[in-house]
Nanobody, 126 residues
Framework: QVQLEESGGGLVQAGGSLRLSCILS????????MAWFRQTPGKERECVAA????????LYADSVKGRFTISRDNAKNTVYLEMNSLKPEDTAVYYC???????????????????WGQGTQVTVSS
């Protein structure tokens, strides 16, 4: 059984930085594509960044390009989201997700992801 646990959320001022971490347990991490999604009340879950199982492909939402970086450390079973130049509109619950399919290109549809973490709150104050 795959389990995902996020950490690193919190309150930060606009312009600041945070690094989210998500550790996968229960299966071999290197077999899974990974992604970070975020959601605010009344809105659909949005993929902000995704990375393939190999790490060879990444995708970013236009709203975070140049500010967020997704990376993975297979030795630590962990995927990261480095968030810089944070804006109040980045405020959301951030979810980590894992995809069993070993795709060549990173995928951003939430329907492609098989496992989800519980989420971590990120709040950016103006």
């Amino acid at each position: 059984q795959v389990q995902l646990e996020e950490s690193g959320g919190g309150l930060v001022q606009a312009g600041g930085s945070l690094r989210l971490s998500c550790i996968l347990s229960g299966r071999t991490f290197s077999n899974y594509g990974m992604a970070w999604f975020r959601q605010t009340p009344g809105k659909e879950r949005e993929c902000v960044a995704a990375i393939t199982w190999s790490g060879g492909s990444t995708l970013y939402a236009d709203s975070v390009k140049g500010r967020f970086t997704i990376s993975r450390d297979n030795a630590k079973n962990t995927v990261y989201l480095e968030m810089n130049s944070l804006k109040p509109e980045d405020t959301a619950v951030y979810y980590c997700a894992a995809d069993e399919a070993r795709t060549i290109v990173a995928v951003t549809s939430p329907f492609k992801y098989d496992y989800w973490g519980q989420g971590t709150q990120v709040t950016v104050s103006s």
